[in-house]
């Protein structure tokens, strides 16, 4: 059955660290990855999102995630985090079975200490 | 891109009482929409697919008859929780997908408290 597994339930960082957040998943066929994030009070926004192409994918916010096929793996990083980075990141994964639905990961609550 | 409003984003009701969220498509004409469910510390799992003009389809595990989904428009979708109890509190999100080759629109979700 297809899965989807973050590893860090809470990081808490100072400013101007770095972060990098794990995302593993379970299938060995073709996959879209997203990373979405959720600031507290506002809805899930996409960060970026892999669908073929450079393994390195950069999004908003200073944000790059890396595709490693062999690993099953999509970690987010950003190299020099921000207090306003505070939030909640969800990895996802588009399954190509034929059913149209997004599999999540348990989510990885951010919190960037001043 | 797509914008999607789900309301309302808190609600706290008594057990045994019914509780409606809407969701709303607002940039574009939705055939599906998604509700999701997160308790604590879990994933968001798909609860059903509603389908514009007729039923539902319903996860696994996920009672039809207490959380009825009526699909009425291209731009509305909403989610009854009937007879809710306590465990039926945690945080709901409804989606509008993009599609195979891009990302979903999620509304700001709604944060159920049965008590």
């Known amino acids: 059955a297809q899965s989807v597994s973050q590893h860090n339930h809470h990081v808490i960082l100072s400013e101007a660290a770095s972060l990098e957040l794990g995302c593993n998943y379970s299938?060995?066929?073709?996959?879209?990855l997203f990373w979405y994030v959720q600031y507290p009070g506002q809805h899930l926004q996409l960060l970026l999102k892999?669908?073929?192409?450079?393994?390195l994918v950069k999004g908003i916010k200073g944000f790059e995630a890396e595709f490693i096929k062999s690993k099953f793996s999509f970690n987010l990083r950003k190299p020099s985090v921000q207090w306003s980075d505070t939030a909640e990141y969800f990895c996802?994964?588009?399954?190509?079975?034929?059913?149209?639905?997004?599999?999540f990961g348990t989510g990885t609550r951010l919190t960037v200490i001043p | 891109g797509a914008v999607v409003s789900q309301h309302p984003s808190r609600v706290i009701c008594k057990s045994g009482t019914s509780v409606k969220i809407e969701c709303r498509s607002l940039?574009?004409?939705?055939?599906?929409m998604f509700w999701y469910r997160q308790f604590p510390k879990q994933s968001l799992m798909l609860m059903a697919t509603?389908?514009?003009?007729?039923?539902?389809?319903?996860e696994q595990g996920v009672e039809k008859d207490k959380f009825l989904i009526n699909h009425a428009s291209l731009t509305l979708s909403t989610l009854t929780v009937t007879s809710a109890h306590p465990e039926d509190s945690s945080f709901y999100i409804c989606?509008?997908?993009?599609?195979?080759?891009?990302?979903?629109?999620f509304g700001q979700g709604t944060r159920l408290t049965v008590v």
């Open positions: 892999y669908f073929s192409g450079d393994p």
């Open positions: 940039d574009f004409q939705a055939t599906t």
């Open positions: 509603s389908n514009e003009g007729s039923k539902a389809t319903y």
């Open positions: 989606s509008v997908p993009g599609g195979r080759r891009t990302e979903a629109f």
């Open positions: 996802a994964v588009y399954f190509q079975t034929g059913a149209n639905n997004l599999f």
């Open positions: 299938y060995g066929g073709t996959v879209n």
